[in-house]
């Protein structure tokens, strides 16, 4: 079975910009979570969705947003891109919510010049 | 005061030994504990979860839950000089709706 997929695998962007990433979940998991992760630290939560609804929500902007499809995959969206926005942006899937395990995709490298 | 804190490290220790890697967190609402591995320029893996109290054990990992202290450690036995990595703790709280909160990670290193 394929794992948690995202793509783009690299992106470079101008600030000011806007960047879609995509992600989707392995087969059969129903949760997409979103995450940050500068380096030298963990990963920061942004969002969590399941069955297409917003189920957690962390401490950043509203410029970052997301969406969740009927087929489970998603997207995260962040406007007006800041040099601050480059990370490597994680998804992660999972069964469901509450006390399920997650596995992460390989993540998207978002550089912002 | 962090939600998840871990010591940064680098931990070094030599192989075959115990590798000992400790977490704390501030919020005693917390319910379900999850340790990852990070190779560098990788994307995390999960290694183990606990929920309750007490010891779980997989292969040459253990991970120890206390929640009356707040603290999860993860103990690795024989260590491998594969094992050089960093390790992540996260910790899931909320109902209904949910914040997952990871540390900062602990280097581990593994000295052959």
């Known amino acids: 079975d394929a794992g948690v997929t995202q793509s783009p695998t690299h992106l470079i962007k101008t600030r000011g910009q806007h960047v879609t990433l995509r992600c989707s979940p392995i087969?059969?998991?129903?949760?997409v979570s979103w995450y940050q992760q500068v380096l030298g630290q963990g990963p920061q939560f942004i969002f969590q969705?399941?069955?297409?609804?917003?189920?957690g929500r962390g401490n950043f902007p509203d410029r970052f947003s997301a969406r969740q499809f009927p087929n489970y995959s998603s997207e995260l969206n962040v406007n007006a891109l800041l040099l601050g926005d480059s990370a490597l942006y994680l998804c992660?899937?999972?069964?469901?919510?509450?006390?399920?395990?997650?596995?992460f995709g390989p993540g998207t490298r978002l550089t912002v010049l | 005061q962090k939600e998840v804190e871990q010591n940064s490290g680098p931990l070094s220790v030599p192989e075959g030994a115990i590798a000992s890697l400790n977490c704390t967190y501030s919020?005693?609402?917390?319910?379900?504990f999850f340790w990852y591995r990070q190779y560098s320029g990788k994307s995390p893996e999960l290694i183990m979860f606990?929920?309750?109290?007490g010891d779980k054990e997989d292969g040459r990992f253990t991970a120890q839950l206390n929640k009356a202290s707040q603290y999860v450690s993860l103990l690795i036995r024989d260590s491998q000089p594969s094992d050089s990595a960093t390790y992540l703790c996260?910790?899931?709280?909320?109902?209904?709706?949910?914040?997952?909160?990871f540390g900062t990670g602990t280097r581990l290193k593994v000295l052959a």
């Open positions: 992660a899937s999972s069964l469901e919510t509450s006390y399920n395990e997650q596995f």
């Open positions: 087969s059969g998991h129903k949760s």
């Open positions: 969705y399941y069955e297409k609804e917003e189920r």
């Open positions: 919020d005693r609402g917390s319910q379900s």
């Open positions: 606990i929920y309750s109290n």
């Open positions: 996260a910790v899931i709280r909320g109902s209904g709706t949910y914040k997952y909160i």
